[in-house]
């Protein structure tokens, strides 16, 4: 079964400062892989995904994510945060399982970013 | 692209009513679309899967006969909370994906349900 860890619940950091979200997952296979932001009382906005290829994945706001095979890990990564990506960052894995396309969510990261 | 929106945003309705949570796709056709149950600081719990013209598959633990999902259309799934409780209180979000798409979903902005 497919499985997602995010290790940290919280994270605190300042504005300007860089940003590293780890996530690691569990997948049989080659696996899908997608970073989602959301804000209070919102849904999920995509912010990047990684199906093959270049193993680096630009997204938007300025976030990238790195596919580490041999750790099996898609950390979230930005050079500098701005005071409006404060929010909740969740990990997810899919792929094309016997289930479909259903995709496993990791328990979400808190951003918190001080001015 | 690929927006999905919810209606409503926030309903509050007396126990033992039934709710109906609509999903739709804006600009693209849903093959599949997706319910899932978020509460208070957790992460999103997958409550079933719909493609359209199709029954549900709804995840282990979940009533179906409770939750009622239909998915007529390639552009609207809806959801419809039936003899709503308190317990039944939470966040509810939809997704949808399409075929081609790469296993992405595309998220609505959700539906808060309080049943008092």
């Known amino acids: 079964a497919q499985s997602v860890t995010q290790p940290d619940i919280h994270i605190t950091v300042s504005e300007g400062a860089s940003l590293e979200l780890r996530c690691n997952y569990s997948y049989g296979a080659t696996p899908y892989l997608f970073w989602y932001v959301q804000s209070p009382g919102q849904g999920l906005q995509l912010l990047l995904k990684?199906?093959?290829?270049?193993?680096l994945v630009q997204g938007i706001k300025g976030f990238e994510a790195e596919f580490k095979r041999s750790q099996s890990s898609f950390n979230l990564r930005k050079p500098s945060v701005h005071w409006s990506d404060a929010a909740e960052y969740f990990c997810a894995v899919g792929g094309l399982t016997g289930g479909g396309n259903k995709l496993t969510f990791g328990t979400g990261t808190q951003l918190k970013v001080e001015l | 692209g690929a927006v999905v929106s919810q209606h409503p945003s926030r309903v509050i309705c007396k126990s033992g009513t039934s709710v109906k949570i609509e999903c739709r796709s804006l600009?693209?056709?849903?093959?599949?679309m997706f319910w899932y149950r978020q509460f208070p600081k957790q992460s999103l719990m997958l409550m079933a899967t719909s493609n359209e013209g199709s029954k549900a598959t709804y995840e282990q633990g979940v009533e179906k006969d409770k939750f009622l999902i239909n998915h007529a259309s390639l552009t609207l799934s809806t959801l419809t909370v039936t003899s709503a409780h308190p317990e039944d209180s939470s966040f509810y979000i939809c997704?949808?994906?399409?075929?081609?798409?790469?296993?992405?979903?595309?998220f609505g902005p959700g539906t808060r349900l309080l049943v008092l």
């Open positions: 600009d693209f056709q849903a093959t599949t």
């Open positions: 990684y199906f093959s290829g270049d193993t």
């Open positions: 997704s949808a994906s399409f075929l081609g798409g790469r296993e992405t979903q595309y």
